[in-house]
């Protein structure tokens, strides 16, 4: 079973460039979160879908980050424009939601994560 | 205010020495989750374990051990005789009752020499 991937693995773009950063969470996941890490501090939560629901978004930043869930497969994060202060990993993280025989322990499965690298 | 704070920024250890992990949280939730996550180099975080609020029994699983202290809202990680494979960045982490947020810390960067 493939695991969550994300796309690209690293991104260098210049001050006021636009970036999208792309989430395949396992195939099944119903919830999908985006977290971000910067510069060695604690990883924080962005925002949570449930499906293609913004469940909670309160950890955006600012309105320069826009998260969607087309579908309820695959998410994408957009930064536009980037700013020096956005630079840090992206992290992606699918789980089950409880329905039917499956049961949402709170386990995140996560993917290796965005560097994004902002000049 | 939820909060999760790893002091530890990062620890080296000889292989074979026992090394913990420390991990203080704060909730005003009754009900919670407490977890650890390993990150290997590859990047991707691991999930090694979850404990609810309500179950304060400490976990052995192999050389890994947890002691989870609702007095002192902390959620300590043993590894026992620690090997070149146990380097990594070890995540704490805590979760409402729900799984809608998940809180982490800055993680403590283990380093295992052989």
């Known amino acids: 079973e493939a695991g969550v991937t994300q796309f690209p693995s690293h991104s260098v773009i210049e001050k006021g460039q636009t970036v999208t950063l792309r989430c395949d969470p396992i195939?099944?996941?119903?919830?999908l979160y985006w977290y971000r890490r910067v510069m060695g501090k604690e990883i924080k939560f962005l925002l949570h879908f449930v499906k293609e629901s913004k469940q909670d978004e309160s950890g955006m930043p600012n309105n320069r980050f826009l998260a969607e869930r087309t579908g309820g497969t695959y998410s994408t994060l957009k930064v536009q424009p980037a700013e020096l202060e956005d630079s840090g990993v992206y992290f992606c993280?699918?789980?089950?939601?409880?329905?039917?025989?499956?049961?949402?322990?709170?386990?995140?499965?996560f993917g290796e994560g965005s560097r994004l690298t902002v000049l | 205010a939820q909060k999760v704070t790893q002091a530890q920024t990062e620890i080296s250890v000889v292989e074979k020495e026992d090394v913990t992990l420390d991990c203080v949280y704060e909730t005003r939730d009754t009900t919670y989750y407490l977890f650890w996550y390993k990150q290997p180099p590859s990047g991707e975080l691991v999930f090694l374990i979850r404990r609810n609020s309500f179950d304060e029994q400490n976990e052995i699983s192999g050389r890994y051990s947890w002691n989870f202290q609702k007095s002192t809202s902390s959620f300590n990680f043993t590894i026992t005789a620690s090997q070149v494979v146990d380097s990594a960045v070890y995540f704490c982490?805590?979760?409402?009752?729900?799984?809608?947020?998940?809180?982490f810390g800055s993680g403590t960067k283990l380093n295992v020499k052989p």
């Open positions: 982490a805590l979760s409402e009752a729900n799984f809608n947020k998940f809180y």
């Open positions: 195939s099944g996941h119903d919830n």
């Open positions: 993280a699918s789980s089950e939601e409880t329905r039917g025989l499956a049961v949402n322990t709170g386990e995140l499965f």
